[in-house]
């Protein structure tokens, strides 16, 4: 008797995910790996200069970690310098040409309604972020 298990693997296109330059490396590399799993993230468009998006320094205590948010619904990335992986994206102002969030690192208590966070970076999204958010409590 042979048995034959096929696997397959995909993705789920739903939110924002961040990929640090350090394990993914530059945006060709990371259309060709994620290209391989869902075709239409081949062609992948940057937010940003095109858009008149404003720049932000990056910190000077600790190196910046270099990385793209990438919205897997649209196909749509934004550069970030950040100071640690980020897991959480809050609005902060709304402007002619995007939204600025602050990105923040949460704590793993993430059932609780009052929570605490560490800023690790700032950048500027496409409007269309604030179509996707979702209330998460009180900061």
Known sequence: ?????VSTMFLERAGWI????SEWGGIET????LGYLDSILLDLKPWGKAHLV????????RPPMIGRFLDLESGIYVEAAVVEPPNVIVPLAIHGNGVTCVLLRRSSRSHEKVFGAQKVGIANFPPHVLAQTTKMGTM
């Open 18 to 21: 961040f990929l640090p330059d």
């Open 30 to 33: 990371v259309k060709q790996k």
């Open 54 to 61: 404003p720049t932000w320094q990056h910190p000077t205590k």
């Open 1 to 5: 008797l042979l048995e034959l298990f």
